[in-house]
């Protein structure tokens, strides 16, 4: 059964934006905190920024705070992030991720469910 499909992901000069979608099922968008991990090649998965069930909390990984907006519409069980000056090193796989409170946000830990991914590839 599948709980969490990405979409919005493609090719983009350096400097531009995408907008990542995350459709999600009812049960798994009641999770406390849903959000968006990212893996390149050759690298291990790492946090890129997480929502807290109201949405009103949030949280960013370094690297992308300050380019980055995750939102969530409750209404529609939808998650989103929001690209804008993409650089080359953002380029990765971006997974949607839905889970409870018990570890750091910034640790996949807390992941209960994950989508397919969907890849970002940013040209320099």
């Known amino acids: 059964q599948v709980q969490l499909v990405e979409s919005g992901g493609g090719l983009v000069q350096t400097g531009g934006s995408l907008r990542l979608s995350c459709a999600a099922s009812?049960?798994?968008?009641?999770?406390?905190?849903m959000g968006w991990f990212r893996q390149a090649p050759g690298k291990e998965r790492e946090f890129v920024a997480v929502?807290?069930?109201?949405?009103?909390?949030?949280y960013y990984a370094d690297a992308v705070k300050g380019r980055f907006t995750i939102s969530r519409d409750n209404a529609k069980n939808m998650l989103y992030l929001q690209m804008n000056n993409l650089k080359p090193e953002d380029t990765a796989v971006y997974y949607c991720a839905a889970g409870g409170a018990g570890r750091e946000y910034y640790s996949p830990g807390w992941v209960d469910d994950w989508g397919q991914g969907t890849q970002v590839t940013v040209s320099s």
């Open positions: 929502a807290k069930w109201s949405g009103a909390i949030t």
């Open positions: 009812e049960r798994t968008f009641s999770r406390p905190r």
